[in-house]
T-cell receptor
Framework: DSGVTQTPKHLITATGQRVTLRCSPRSGDLSVYWYQQSLDQGLQFLIQYYNGEERAKGNILERFSAQQFPDLHSELNLSSLELGDSALYFC?????????????FGEGSWLTVV | AQSVTQLGSHVSVSEGALVLLRCNYSSSVPPYLFWYVQYPNQGLQLLLKYTSAATLVKGINGFEAEFKKSETSFHLTKPSAHMSDAAEYFCAVSDTSGTYKYIFGTGTRLKVLA
């Protein structure tokens, strides 16, 4: 158990819909990362937050947004969903205060768009 | 920009044989390097990490990796493969340019043959 909690574990939704994925980081970790894992694109970095502020942005679509709340949990919002958005979405956390910190992954949220 | 390249998307070894998974990195500054393992339907779990303290890094489950600056490599090895080692392995580098991103390779799926 990494200490990173993601909900829901599985989600099936229709094209055009909007979903929210939730992540609780490990106790004490200030930094949250979101990754998308799909068969054809591998593990893609989406976005990172540190103590409520966006710190780094990767290959995140404009239809996707995220935020980190004062209690440090984070949400990834996916809207106008397309079939190609079907993937495993990971949240990870770290203390985020120095380079080279280990990041710890949650078990992921499986999103299926039908 | 920093990056990692994993050679071989699929590797098969016999039980008891040497495991060698290859990772080459690109970085203009001393990197922080990681190996993660992903078992089916699970999140990524840290195997080991290099932070410049020692070039030979020992990790969990009998794995180790050697940092070779001259070859820009960080290959993962295990002397004797077990059936339980079958999983996907990811090499990653910590971006030290200020963004705190972690860049992952495309992964190598290890199959262990009885």
């Amino acid at each position: 158990d990494s200490g990173v909690t993601q909900t829901p574990k599985h989600l099936i939704t229709a094209t055009g819909q909007r979903v929210t994925l939730r992540c609780s980081p490990r106790s004490g970790d200030l930094s949250v990362y979101w990754y998308q894992q799909s068969l054809d694109q591998g593990l893609q970095f989406l976005i990172q937050y540190y103590n409520g502020e966006e710190r780094a942005k990767g290959n995140i679509l404009e239809r996707f947004s995220a935020q980190q709340f004062p209690d440090l949990h984070s949400e990834l919002n996916l809207s106008s969903l397309e079939l190609g958005d079907s993937a495993l979405y990971f949240c990870a956390s770290s203390s985020g205060q120095t380079f080279g910190n280990t990041i710890y992954f949650g078990e992921g949220s499986w999103l299926t768009v039908v | 920009a920093q990056s990692v390249t994993q050679l071989g998307s699929h590797v098969s070894v016999s039980e008891g044989a040497l495991v060698l998974l290859r990772c080459n990195y690109s970085s203009s500054v001393p990197p922080y390097l990681f190996w993660y393992v992903q078992y089916p339907n699970q999140g990524l779990q840290l195997l080991l990490k290099y932070t410049s303290a020692a070039t030979l890094v020992k990790g969990i489950n009998g794995f180790e990796a050697e940092f070779k600056k001259s070859e820009t490599s960080f290959h993962l090895t295990k002397p004797s493969a077990h059936m339980s080692d079958a999983a996907e392995y990811f090499c990653a580098v910590s971006d030290t340019s200020g963004t705190y991103k972690y860049i992952f390779g495309t992964g190598t799926r290890l199959k262990v043959l009885a």
